[in-house]
């Protein structure tokens, strides 16, 4: 079946420091990619998306290039900021599988002034 | 205007008592689904329905029943409730379930507490 294994957390980092989080995948057919953020005390929320190989998404300074030869969709940003502190969650949707959406365990990041 | 809003947002009950949480879109989507949020964040689908019919349905106990009388609403009953049942629960919609690209949108959360 189809699953998602991201970077294990928590994450520290300074403000301005650069970010990556890991994710890899596995999948029948040509999954579609995500990257959702959950906010504190809120729900998740698309950050970004890609839908066939070599794609990238990118939203709010964030990137993620979806890599089929790796099968892989690492999230990154330059410069995190303060505001920036979530729970991050790699994610992929297959049509061959009712369109149920696949979900990683999520990474929490905290990011320190 | 909340394009997922769902009640109420906390709940906090005795053991063995039963509750309903429910769930409304105005996105027009076809597709609203159940997920559970535990205490370290892991997100479990439960349940979907597409256009008022249940198409998935995870490994749930049957004190959970979903209901859906119209495609814009999704509602969960929760019998005999348990300490594990402690949790976030999450309603989210979806247009493109087939095409792939099918994209979430999540309400706000409904948090449970069992005593």
């Known amino acids: 079946g189809d699953s998602v294994t991201q970077m294990e957390g928590p994450v520290t980092l300074s403000e301005e420091a650069f970010l990556t989080i890991n994710c890899t995948y596995t999948?029948?057919?040509?999954?579609?990619l995500f990257w959702y953020v959950q906010y504190p005390g809120e729900g998740l929320q698309l950050l970004l998306k890609a839908t066939k190989a070599d794609d990238k998404g990118s939203n709010k300074g964030f990137e993620a290039t979806y890599r089929k030869e790796t099968t892989s969709f690492h999230l990154e940003k330059g410069s995190v900021q303060v505001s920036d502190s979530a729970v991050y969650f790699c994610?992929?949707?297959?049509?061959?599988?009712?369109?149920?959406?696949?979900f990683g365990d999520g990474t929490t990041l905290t990011v320190k002034p | 205007d909340t394009a997922v809003s769902q009640t109420p947002k906390y709940l906090v009950t005795q053991m063995g008592n039963d509750k309903s949480i429910k769930c409304e879109q105005n996105l027009g989507h076809d597709t609203m689904y159940w997920y559970k949020q535990d205490s370290k964040k892991f997100l479990k689908i439960m349940f979907s329905?597409?256009?008022?019919?249940?198409?998935i349905n995870e490994t749930v106990p049957n004190r959970f029943s979903p209901k859906s009388p119209d495609k814009a609403h999704l509602n969960l009953h929760i019998n005999s409730l348990e300490l594990g049942d402690s949790a976030v629960y999450f309603c989210?919609?979806?247009?493109?379930?087939?095409?792939?690209?099918?994209?979430?949108?999540f309400g706000a959360g409904s948090r449970l507490t069992v005593l």
């Open positions: 994610a992929l949707s297959s049509n061959t599988n009712a369109g149920k959406s696949t």
């Open positions: 329905y597409n256009n008022k019919e249940l198409i």
């Open positions: 999948a029948t057919g040509y999954p579609s």
């Open positions: 989210a919609s979806s247009a493109g379930r087939l095409s792939g690209a099918n994209v979430l949108t």
